[in-house]
């Protein structure tokens, strides 16, 4: 009870010293609410490392370590954190990740890194591991086999960074997307010198149709899983399932035929069947391979796996499409270990990812100028510019993705990439050329570094009129992105191609896009998907491939940035409108349909469209205040008419927390008795 009266005590003072209080390392921006949340989640993490770190001496567990133990680790979904977006998890699983960020960083730099560290000595590695295995038991955050395999592939490079980093260790849980784990970091304020102005309005720009338009395809998040096993396990404690026998008097069903919704991944036969079927149904012009080809077994991968499953993909790609140019990016899934991208020539060779950037400039650079080898080579990115067609600029976004550890290292790295970003976009523009941008990860993404989002932002912002389509994959979502100034002029809209994977209950979908043949702007897209429930009950015979919508017929003809913002209007104003976007994102996936999608879930689905840098959302703001008015009004009228349904509450269910409703949540969580 000690620690309830003295957190208290400091709850009860900071209400009182909120509107002057500043506390140390934390960004004097945040609300009231977000600062004591912070100095909450700091207190509970600073107990849990004092109380860890008695037992690593003594070997003795006090009461509270257990304690502690036992109320952290009932507040989650500890799938949630492996399987879902930083930025999707819930208000309890964002707490949690943000003091267990911070209670596992303070461990390991005071018993590790520091020269008298409690386990700094000959046997470190197996003492890191008993730790960091001991930890996730306590806390009941993941199997051993899945810890262990994550500290088998990633502790040579913690290790480094951890050592070596020009970051103070707090500054690691400092870059999550969360406000109460925000603290002051002046290291990595970063900022690329752009030559230009940015748009002072919207971005109106449309090409006229035309007979010479072409058409293209988007496969992204392929995810493909050799190991997949029909009638195996669909449910299992890891992060992947459908690989192992389904245990005998099992209450579930086994995995289906041609995939299945639950966490699993794509079987060869049904990309053989996609890629089948789109070669004799379209007449494509090209290709964009937006990345992520490995499954999500990102425990136990192997370099010569991966590069196995990229050889052959690209084996299927070339036979189906043998005269079909195909530009591809790297996802987060292509590296050994996975997420864990560099181009830093100062760290150890065996660290690096060289092999994979050699492997793919083998199977890329048939489609590619010897030009693009320096590159490729050098971080996994490119430009080309075809015979027909836009300049084509490839990014590696690991660059920007929080869970690639070489950010904490210097996040001055990825200035590198960004800087020949705007050169490269700098000279199309002299040069009077279009260009499409090709990024795995969507740069509003909660996963995506805010600090990166920002710069990358600013450079499309400059180049917007050059910079006529930008296509991205990693959330296996059907959505888009509108890109906002400052100011809210929306100047580019990020296309996302959803997922073959079935990864999670979404069905298999690839996306072809109407191009201007004079711009190369997007004017129309169609989504083609497959019913895996129907497919399922029919394991004999081909899925069949339908024609979800095409965006031009369900939505708008207008498909320029200020045409899609004028939709979002129209969606926060009609609600919906807004559930029909929300069942195509989600693919019309059963399990999906059967949950549905409450009001809290509308407004999220708004404002994700509406966000390209997870830490700028005030569109997305402007938009959820019309859409919580359009809500209510549509609760009046319910109540006119004798309709006392609860729909899940109205779009402010989303927004800040009042002090009051924060204080009672985590107290209720019983994180600080």
């Known amino acids: 009870m000690k620690v309830f009266w003295n957190l208290t005590l400091v709850a009860a003072s900071f209400l009182v010293l909120s509107s002057a209080l500043i506390i140390p390392g934390i960004p004097t921006s945040l609300t009231t609410d977000e600062r004591l949340n912070a100095i909450i989640s700091a207190a509970v993490a600073e107990e849990i490392s004092h109380e860890y770190l008695k037992y690593l001496k003594t070997g003795v567990e006090t009461p509270r370590l257990r304690e502690l133990a036992d109320e952290l680790g009932s507040t989650k979904d500890r799938k949630d954190i492996f399987t879902e977006s930083l930025g999707d998890l819930s208000r309890a699983n964002q707490f949690l990740t943000c003091t267990m960020c911070r209670s596992v960083v303070n461990v390991i730099a005071r018993t590790f890194t520091s020269p008298d560290g409690e386990l700094n000595g000959p046997n470190r590695d197996e003492e890191a591991k008993n730790v960091i295995l001991s930890m996730a038991a306590y806390f009941n955050i993941m199997t051993d086999d899945v810890v262990g395999g994550l500290f088998d592939l990633n502790w040579p490079i913690w290790d480094y960074i951890l050592n070596e980093t020009i970051a103070e260790s707090r500054s690691f849980c400092g870059m999550l997307p969360y406000e109460i784990c925000q603290i002051e970091q002046g290291q990595y304020n970063l900022s690329v010198t752009i030559v230009g102005d940015t748009p002072a309005e919207s971005n109106t720009e449309l090409a006229e149709r035309s007979d010479n338009d072409v058409l293209i395809l988007q496969l992204t998040d392929i995810h493909y899983d050799p190991d997949y096993k029909v009638g195996g396990q669909a449910v299992c404690e890891e992060p992947m399932c459908c690989r192992n026998d389904l245990p005998a008097g099992a209450n579930t069903t086994g995995a289906g035929a041609w995939g299945d919704y639950r966490n699993c991944d794509t079987p060869s036969w049904l990309i053989r069947n996609a890629f089948g079927h789109i070669s004799r149904t379209h007449k494509l012009d090209w290709i964009y391979h937006t990345?992520?080809?490995?499954?999500?077994?990102?425990?136990?991968?192997?370099?010569?796996?991966?590069?196995?499953?990229?050889?052959?993909?690209?084996?299927?790609?070339?036979?189906?499409?043998?005269?079909?140019?195909?530009?591809?990016?790297?996802?987060?899934?292509?590296?050994?270990?996975?997420?864990?991208?560099?181009?830093?020539?100062?760290?150890?060779?065996?660290?690096?990812?060289?092999?994979?950037?050699?492997?793919?400039?083998?199977?890329?650079?048939?489609?590619?100028?010897?030009?693009?080898?320096?590159?490729?080579?050098?971080?996994?990115?490119?430009?080309?510019?075809?015979?027909?067609?836009?300049?084509?600029?490839?990014?590696?976004?690991?660059?920007?993705?929080?869970?690639?550890?070489?950010?904490?290292?210097?996040?001055?790295?990825?200035?590198?990439?960004?800087?020949?970003?705007?050169?490269?976009?700098?000279?199309?523009?002299?040069?009077?050329?279009?260009?499409?941008?090709?990024?795995?990860?969507?740069?509003?993404?909660?996963?995506?570094?805010?600090?990166?989002?920002?710069?990358?932002?600013?450079?499309?912002?400059?180049?917007?009129?050059?910079?006529?389509?930008?296509f991205n994959g990693h959330t296996h979502k059907d959505e888009m992105n509108v890109h906002y100034t400052s100011d809210n002029h929306a100047f580019a809209v990020s296309w996302n191609g959803g997922s073959l994977t079935t990864y999670s209950y979404m069905n298999p979908n690839y996306r072809l896009y109407e191009l201007s043949a004079q711009t190369w702007q997007v004017l129309d897209h169609h989504t083609y998907i497959v019913n895996l429930t129907e497919a399922n009950l029919n394991p004999d015979s081909d899925p069949e491939w339908l024609e979800e919508y095409s965006f031009t017929k369900e939505f708008t003809s207008d498909t320029s940035p200020a045409g899609i913002d004028k939709l979002l209007v129209e969606m926060a104003e009609k609600p919906s409108l807004l559930r029909t976007f929300w069942k195509l994102k989600v693919t019309s996936a059963d399990p999906k349909l059967e949950a549905g999608c409450d009001n809290a879930c509308l407004s999220t689905t708004l404002c994700r469209i509406a966000t390209t840098n997870y830490g700028e959302k005030t569109r997305c703001r402007e938009l959820q205040a019309i859409l919580e008015e359009s809500l209510a009004n549509e609760e009046d009228d319910d109540d006119d008419n004798g309709n006392d349904d609860d729909n899940g509450g109205g779009a402010s269910a989303i927004m800040a927390y009042s002090f009051t409703c924060l204080l009672t949540i985590w107290l209720s969580l019983s994180l600080l008795i």
């Open 291 to 470: 990345g992520d080809v490995p499954p999500h077994n990102i425990w136990s991968t192997t370099k010569q796996g991966n590069l196995d499953m990229l050889t052959e993909i690209d084996g299927l790609l070339t036979e189906n499409f043998p005269n079909i140019p195909v530009y591809s990016c790297l996802g987060n899934h292509e590296p050994h270990p996975t997420n864990v991208f560099v181009n830093e020539n100062d760290i150890p060779a065996e660290l690096n990812v060289d092999w994979l950037y050699s492997h793919v400039w083998s199977l890329w650079s048939k489609w590619l100028p010897a030009s693009a080898e320096e590159t490729v080579l050098r971080g996994g990115y490119y430009t080309v510019l075809p015979a027909t067609g836009p300049r084509i600029i490839a990014l590696n976004s690991m660059d920007c993705y929080l869970f690639n550890w070489w950010l904490y290292y210097n996040g001055s790295l990825v200035l590198e990439q960004l800087n020949w970003f705007h050169d490269t976009l700098l000279e199309a523009e002299r040069n009077g050329e279009k260009v499409h941008v090709l990024t795995h990860i969507p740069s509003g993404d909660g996963d995506c570094w805010k600090v990166w989002a920002r710069e990358y932002n600013r450079i499309v912002a400059r180049f917007c009129k050059t910079i006529t389509g930008i």
